[in-house]
């Protein structure tokens, strides 16, 4: 029975495995280092060392022994008790004690037991199929003795051609930062004519769409009675044959069909009016310059508002009722 192979495998699973009776093998991380004497680079690994105090049992290896070996508990337990003591015989008669994947056991001059782990297993799962490597030897000096005999060999010269090319350098990275800048500016300022004129074209049409439906448009109040008569200021020069003339101190209730910046327009409508069969009038030109049409004008208020309604649901909803 090698008592020392169940430790190696327990050693990979455990940091700490206890031989009842003789001591504990321990396992500690330790990270990759480099030895510079060798130039040799070490991967993770687990060391091992061995602590003489500790030696209660702890039923691990009693355990996985047991079971490996198809035996009980007990029966393991002696085996091993009688193995411990017999390893400890060994080293009191100054034998040592030598696990090939764990390490040597001996004892000291002071009668304690010394341990020298192993290097050639290592323990750490996740380092599994890593191993160390050596590195050839960076010989810095040699190389820059190379260099320098090199350079006295093949010298490099610069040339007064090259001597006069690179202090024009600056210069010429001043000059091309200078056009750029230049460049920028003008092509800047040149789309900003060009929208300038865009703008400005842009803005006429609109005017010009603006007056044209001014021109054409009919203005109307959907509110008639309940906003102040406008002060039409009506010439009596301009008014056609059909305006119905006003005597003193006589109402007159104007059914307003629209309002047009163009005498001709107004005409227009009074000819299509009429040619509907509407008694239609040229009232005047208002305060803002327009000149008024009705579909036709009254002396009655009760007559005029049921015409007004007539008209609202025939002809047009936007007609009112003007008050002169």
């Not at 007056?211 to 008014?239: C, G």
Request: proline share 3%; aromatic share 12%.
């Amino acid at each position: 029975m090698r008592l020392e192979h169940y430790v190696e495998e327990l050693l990979y699973r455990y940091n700490c495995v206890i031989v009842p009776e003789f001591g504990a093998f321990l396992t500690q991380t330790k990270s990759a280092f480099l030895k510079e004497e060798t130039h040799t680079f070490y991967p993770p690994t687990k060391e091992v060392s061995f602590n003489a105090q500790l030696v209660s049992n702890d039923g691990l290896l009693v355990s996985y022994m047991a079971e490996a070996e198809k035996t009980t508990y007990e029966e393991m337990l002696k085996r091993i008790s009688t193995l411990s003591k017999d390893w400890k015989n060994r080293l009191e008669r100054g034998e040592r004690l030598i696990f090939d994947n764990i390490g040597k056991l001996w004892l000291n001059k002071d009668g304690k037991i010394s341990f020298d782990p192993a290097v050639k297993v290592n323990y750490l799962t996740s380092s599994f199929g890593l191993s160390s490597c050596v590195s050839a030897k960076i010989t810095r000096e040699i190389l820059k003795e190379q260099v320098v005999a090199l350079e006295e060999e093949i010298p490099f010269m610069i040339t007064p051609e090259q001597r006069e090319t690179k202090q024009l350098r600056p210069y010429l990275k001043y000059a091309a930062v200078i056009f750029l800048g230049l460049a920028l500016g003008f092509t800047g300022f040149r789309f900003y004519n060009e929208n300038k004129a865009t703008d400005l074209v842009v803005q006429q049409e609109a005017q010009k769409q603006v007056a044209r439906q001014i021109e054409e448009a009919t203005f109307f109040d959907t509110s008639p009675l309940e906003l102040p008569a406008l002060n039409l200021n009506a010439s009596t020069s301009s008014a056609t044959p059909t305006v119905m003339a006003k005597e003193a101190n006589t109402v007159l209730y104007h059914i307003i069909a629209g309002a047009f910046k163009v005498k001709e327009n107004a005409d227009k409508k009074i000819k299509q009016l009429q040619d509907k069969g509407f008694n239609a009038n040229y009232v005047g030109v208002n305060k803002f310059g327009f000149h008024v049409v009705s579909f036709d004008t009254f002396t009655e208020v009760d007559k005029a508002l049921s015409y007004l309604r007539t008209v609202k649901s025939t002809e047009s909803a936007d007609a009112w009722l003007y008050q002169e």
